[in-house]
């Protein structure tokens, strides 16, 4: 490729789509992205321990290989050229797929993901893996293998999870895209916490074929960015048919929506929606700081919605469902490894499992018929209502020397999960959630909108978050909260704080 001239902004700091489209026009080599997002990870990742395994000179040649794409005239992948991180729980060529486990400390994988492979089709190129905890289990970003992933806005506090490394590296700009998963909002508190965007689409729409009870919809990926249309672009990619995943329809080759659709998301035109919103879904135990930051943005909306009411779904029974159905997932994943490595599993995992060692096969039953009519009290709300605006998680980030928060406000958790029910609401129920960053709370740390749709209506979702984003991108109080990148190239290796590894 000739010679590009030299961007005003680093090309580490472009979104998913200007880098995009400043490659096509060849006004960017995908080299020169992949050189700034090293760069800017060889400088930063200290600070804060997201990526925890790379390959730097295959991420240089992907970038050379597209480049060379480019310089011939080929037709371009969505994702050309784009460096992008990946989840420490799915499998890239050649690195390591540690699962946050030291039973997995020394694997290496020998084929990509499913998810992978789209990627590098679509003509992305993989920057590294992310860290998350061990199995995913919680949301604080800390193992006994590559140790505790901080918060790029304060290094003493927790960066969430369990796709805490993603949120990290996009925060603080190590690649414009990152693969994540959810359950218990795995995508979308780590985003919160951070100040990106954490999307998790309606079950099947991102297909995953790893999922031990398949039939289970809990659990799924999705894409993180910095950006709703990054996200979008991304989950263009990623939805694609597959028919290893049960909830993937394919018919004719071809999924019920169109993954081209999320590419060019629609213009939305909020005030002739209605949204409803809700502090706690009538359960959650959500601190005061996160109510008094979703009402002030709540407020800050209000003129530019059509109708946006107090209002939640029927959640009743949501904690016991999801406790229930987790502990299943939890006994299907792990039997092998308790019986063998019990020593080895840390203290989150452990208590899951001897939390489903305590369930009848009546409690799952009961849990099952509790969750149709669950989901069934959901459409009946949706009827009537468009979106459901919430608080992404139940409370300010803390400290990341806390496995998990013990009490809220006062008030005990039951779990080490507990404390994600904002995030599960939707879960259980199956509906799409995304998570955008609107400013900081109180204390000053980034604070997550959570919006919610109905079943399927992924494109919905994205372009009212689209419309949103827009309305707050140079409002002082409610953009996207920045990352002090010159205080994290300043700052004292995180793997010398006291604390670094381990779980407690």
């Not at 993901?113 to 920057?127: I, K, N, Q, S």
């Not at 209000?302 to 939890?330: K, S």
């Amino acid at each position: 490729m000739t010679d590009t001239p030299k961007l005003a902004t680093d090309p580490a700091d472009l979104s998913a789509i200007e880098a995009r489209s400043l490659i096509a026009r060849r006004k960017l080599s995908p080299v020169e992205l992949a050189e700034a997002c090293i760069a800017r990870t060889e400088a930063v990742n200290p600070a804060v321990n997201a990526l925890v395994d790379f390959d730097f000179e295959r991420t240089l040649a992907e970038a050379k290989a597209s480049e060379a794409r480019v310089a011939k005239g080929e037709t371009l992948g969505l994702v050309e050229g784009l460096p992008f991180g990946v989840k420490d729980m799915i499998d890239v060529t050649g690195l390591k797929t540690t699962l946050g486990s030291t039973i997995y400390k020394d694997n290496v994988a020998t084929k990509d993901d499913v998810m992978v492979a789209a990627m590098r089709a679509a003509g992305a190129g993989v920057l590294g893996k992310t860290n998350n905890p061990e199995f995913s289990a919680g949301a604080n970003t800390r193992n006994a293998v590559y140790g505790v992933t901080a918060n790029p806005h304060d290094l003493t506090k927790s960066c969430a999870g369990s796709s805490g490394g993603s949120a990290v590296a996009l925060a603080t700009g190590m690649a414009p895209l990152c693969t994540g998963s959810d359950t218990g909002g795995s995508l979308r508190n780590p985003a919160a916490f951070c100040g990106v965007v954490g999307y998790r689409p309606t079950p099947g729409v991102v297909p995953g074929n790893n999922r031990g009870p398949a039939l289970i919809p809990l659990p799924t990926s999705g894409p993180m960015a910095r950006t709703v249309a990054d996200a979008a672009l991304m989950l263009a990619v990623l939805a694609r048919p597959d028919r290893d995943d049960p909830y993937t329809y394919v018919s004719g080759g071809k999924t019920p929506w169109d993954p081209m659709a999320f590419t060019n998301l629609p213009r939305v035109d909020l005030t002739t929606l209605k949204f409803a919103m809700t502090e706690d879904y009538g359960f959650t135990l959500t601190e005061n700081i996160v109510r008094r930051a979703f009402q002030k943005t709540c407020k800050g909306l209000a003129p530019y919605v059509g109708q946006l009411d107090e209002g939640t779904p029927d959640c009743t029974d949501c904690d016991r469902i999801f406790a229930v159905l987790r502990a299943v997932m939890m006994m299907a994943g792990h039997e092998d490894r308790m019986k063998h490595h019990a020593d080895q599993m840390g203290p989150n995992v452990t208590a899951n499992w001897e939390e489903g060692l305590t369930y009848s096969g009546l409690d799952v039953a009961q849990a099952l018929v509790k969750q149709g009519a669950y989901y069934r009290r959901w459409q009946a709300f949706f009827e009537t209502t468009d979106y459901v605006l919430s608080p992404a998680v139940t409370i300010s980030p803390r400290n990341w020397r806390e496995l998990y928060p013990e009490e809220v406000d006062g008030q005990k958790t039951e779990s080490y999960y507990h404390w994600l029910s904002l995030a599960y609401a939707s879960t259980v129920a199956g509906h799409p959630a995304i998570t955008i960053p609107v400013g900081r709370d109180e204390t000053g740390m980034p604070f997550g909108l959570q919006i919610v749709g109905k079943r399927g209506d992924d494109l919905g979702v994205l372009a009212v978050a689209a419309e949103i984003e827009a309305l707050f991108k140079d409002d002082a109080e409610f953009g996207m909260p920045k990352v002090d990148i010159a205080a994290l190239k300043a700052a004292p290796k995180l793997s010398d704080a006291e604390g670094f590894f381990g779980f407690a």
